[in-house]
Nanobody, 117 residues
Framework: QVQLVESGGGSVQAGGSLRLSCAAS????????MAWYRQAPGKERELVAR?????????DYSDSVKGRFTISRDNAKNMVYLQMSSLKPEDTAVYYC?????????WGKGTLVTVSP
């Protein structure tokens, strides 16, 4: 049973930083693509950042967070992280951890990030 548990959300003022963590359990995920998505009130869920690791590691970021957010993973600990800096009010959303394992999408329950002006 694949499980993803996010943590690290909270409230911060614009310009501040937060680090989100996602703990994965239930399988080996060294080569599985992992990602962070977010969903703001009244909006669709959108990709924030993705990390894929085969013989090289690839990073993808949405244009809105490029240069401010950094995704990383620690395979030994089964963790994936999202370091968020220079936060803006428009970054306010529920952030979800995602993994694609054996062709199936798995999601955590999300962690709320609120950025005040």
């Amino acid at each position: 049973q694949v499980q993803l548990v996010e943590s690290g959300g909270g409230s911060v003022q614009a310009g501040g930083s937060l680090r989100l963590s996602c703990a994965a359990s239930g399988m080996l995920f060294r080569f599985d693509p992992m990602a962070w998505y977010r969903q703001a009130p009244g909006k669709e869920r959108e990709l924030v950042a993705r990390i894929t690791s085969t013989h090289i590691t690839n990073y993808d970021y949405s244009d809105s967070v490029k240069g401010r957010f950094t995704i990383s993973r620690d395979n030994a600990k089964n963790m994936v992280y999202l370091q968020m800096s220079s936060l803006k009010p428009e970054d306010t959303a529920v952030y979800y951890c995602n993994i694609v394992h054996s062709g199936m999408n798995y999601w955590g329950k999300g962690t709320l990030v609120t950025v005040s002006p």
